[in-house]
């Protein structure tokens, strides 16, 4: 649809990006190719032509211009506050589309292009260099930590929405955000993100009103998922919930009936047995300490999530700080032991 034109600002659309299976993306978005000045960028267009076929289309378009106008100023003042680790809007606007029928204008967004997401890293790498894992984990926590000091919490982190941008990982698709200072157009959904990462909060109906227990508990979860799926190429939902018998999921994929308190005690067994899963590195401080890791992060209870110290000291129990500095330290020792490896 945008493809050979060239918009208001100087940023010529170079063609359509293609879907893939497991991509990324909205309902209502198209993804481009666009350049100027030999710099390529990716470009995000709103198609709110689609709302009109809703049964309801001025509701639907009133809601689409809302989710849009949300994520605009999102990610704008994310760029504005210069968030290293979060993926920069380089410009924004609207343009013509000719012959586009009732609607002729298209609003999008304009960010840096990434290299692909960390899923293509993965392929390049089939044998996982534990160095690579740790550096990218550590820079995502940073990405959700820049983010959460502004009092914005992601809710859908996963590995299409970590990007390589020029060997720098960052965290991309604000689409699904909570705003501590704003009420968001996702923020009544259980799972505002995709529900293939839901949370065991959300799985069981287990909802808090505290901002930071319900939104960046969440984040903290996904960035556990992160650290299995570089490990074992699976998800913590998935391993979890895989883990657990029909008697204690609740419908419609088990029986369970109980309070979320009751369940608890089988979800941590649940992620007890998924930690067998982890590969065994053969240093035993690298491996105690990503099961470490791994089972603070993705804790079941929102309320005792995170790292141990933080939850009796006087800062966040959310704060990723600890995890920026624990992924740090093992990619460090993980590069030693190559490098003692190779000297041997």
């Known amino acids: 649809m945008l493809s050979g034109l060239e918009l208001s600002n100087g940023w010529v659309v170079i063609d359509r990006i293609p879907s893939f299976p497991g991509g990324t993306g909205s309902t209502f978005s198209t993804p481009y190719i666009v ?59 609207s343009t013509s589309v000719p012959n586009s029928g ?8 304009i960010f840096e292009l990434a290299d692909g997401d ?47 941008v020029q060997g720098i990982y960052k965290v991309a698709d604000l689409g699904r955000a909570s705003r501590r200072s704003e009420r968001g157009p996702f923020d009544d959904l259980r799972c505002a993100g995709d529900p293939h990462y839901i949370t065991p909060e959300q799985m069981y109906g287990f909802t808090l009103t505290d901002w930071d227990a319900r939104r960046r508990a969440s984040d903290l979860y996904h960035l556990g998922s992160l650290l299995l799926f570089l490990l074992t ?83 966040s129990q959310y704060s990723l700080e600890r995890y920026v500095s624990h992924f740090d330290a093992l990619s460090a020792r993980a590069r030693r032991r190559v490098v003692h490896a190779l000297h041997e």
């Open 102 to 109: 009732p609607v002729p204008r298209v609003n999008y967004l």
């Open 118 to 164: 960390i899923r293509r890293i993965m392929r390049l790498n089939a044998d996982l260099d534990a160095t690579w894992a740790f550096r990218s984990l550590k820079e995502v926590a940073l990405g959700i930590a820049q983010l959460h000091d502004a009092g914005i919490a992601h809710q859908d982190l996963k590995p299409s929405n970590v990007l390589d």
């Open 35 to 93: 350049e100027r000045d030999e710099r390529r960028a990716f470009l995000k267009a709103i198609d709110f032509t689609r709302a009109l076929a809703d049964d309801d289309p001025a509701r639907a378009l009133e809601q689409l211009t809302r989710i849009f106008n949300f994520e605009r100023d999102l990610v704008k003042a994310c760029t504005d506050r210069r968030m290293r680790n979060v993926i920069r809007v380089l410009d924004e606007g």
């Open 233 to 315: 190429g699976v998800t913590a939902s998935a391993a979890l919930y895989g883990n657990l018998a029909p008697a204690h999921l609740p419908p419609p994929w088990g029986t369970w009936g109980g309070t979320f308190d009751q369940v608890v005690v089988h979800l941590r067994e649940g992620t007890g047995r998924v930690t067998d899963d982890i590969p065994v590195f053969s240093d035993p401080q690298i491996h105690e300490n990503v099961v470490a890791r791994f089972v603070e992060l993705c804790d079941p209870d929102p309320r005792t999530r995170g790292h141990p110290k933080n939850r009796i000291g006087t800062g």
